[in-house]
């Protein structure tokens, strides 16, 4: 074995161990969700260290969701997230687009502004929002759950920055065919740069998933809670739960789909920010 080979099975090495190490949490919290509550209430290690749900039980899941309003929570999320990620996306590629290839007046001053977004808190706009959105009686609404998100300045810079980076020359050869701006943009731009758009996509998603604060100051009726904030209204503190096995069910459900996204399309995002990088 040559020493290039030995110092990349050290590093694969190390960073499993890393990795290992940093899913034994979620291990393990899995397994307290799939053992029975009386087990819980006497010790969290019983076997392997707690890692392996012995005995195993779906009790906790099924007393989970057999709280009504769970699926409608479930349902929710994901009508916010899916709205969110949709409007982000088209807000930012035409946004990105106009700040990286069109020319207009203000657009020295206008794109700095929106960056300035990211040096501005969100929970300093909180007060002004929720007064904005009770006097248009959009409180415990989708839209007023996705529409005060829709400002990413960071989608914007992302999609700006992987404009530039495309050659303009493509651009040249397709208004020689007689293409139109609409046409480059939707039949050349946004195919080249799938890979942004992706994972743009998916950070868009995880954030409308796992919000907490903006739901919790809007949504006052429980049947347009998100999962989030379902989830923590029937575990208001530690003492108050019906068990440990109930509360790490609830931290499984609401983590379960965020992960399987990831899974699903880790490689685009690993290719994009890959791409936005050597840029």
Request: proline share 6%; hydrophobic share 55%; aromatic share 12%.
């Amino acid at each position: 074995m040559s020493r290039h080979q030995r110092t990349y099975w050290i590093i694969v090495a190390a960073l499993g161990v890393l990795a290992l190490a940093w899913s034994i949490p979620t291990i393990w919290m899995t397994s307290l969700s799939l053992q029975p509550n009386a087990l819980l209430a006497r010790t969290t290690s019983n076997t392997a260290w707690g890692l392996i749900p012995i005995p195993f039980t779906w009790d906790n899941f099924i007393r989970l969701f057999s709280l009504g309003l769970t699926p409608r929570w479930f349902l929710n999320s994901f009508i916010v997230a899916v709205g969110m990620t949709a409007l982000v996306l088209f807000l930012s590629t035409t946004a990105g687009y106009a700040f990286a290839r069109i020319p207009f007046k203000g657009k020295r001053i206008v794109y700095p502004l929106v960056l300035a977004g990211l040096m501005v808190p969100e929970q300093v706009v909180f007060i002004p929002l929720y007064t904005m959105f009770a006097d248009w009686g959009l409180l415990n609404t989708h839209i007023g759950l996705i529409i005060p998100r829709l400002a990413v300045p960071l989608g914007v810079f992302l999609m700006t920055q992987f404009f530039l980076g495309i050659p303009r020359e493509l651009e040249e050869a397709a208004e020689l065919d007689g293409a139109g701006r609409f046409t480059i943009f939707t039949r050349i731009m946004l195919p080249l740069s799938l890979p942004a758009i992706t994972t743009l996509a998916i950070l868009t998603f995880l954030y409308a998933w796992n919000d907490f604060l903006w739901p919790l100051v809007s949504a006052q009726r429980q049947e347009m809670f998100t999962i989030t904030v379902g989830l923590a209204s029937i575990q208001e503190n530690f003492a108050m739960t019906e068990g440990l096995g109930r509360l790490m069910a609830s931290g499984v459900i609401a983590s379960v789909p965020v992960v399987a996204l990831f899974i699903v399309f880790q490689r685009f995002v690993v290719r994009g920010i890959a791409l936005g990088t050597a840029k």
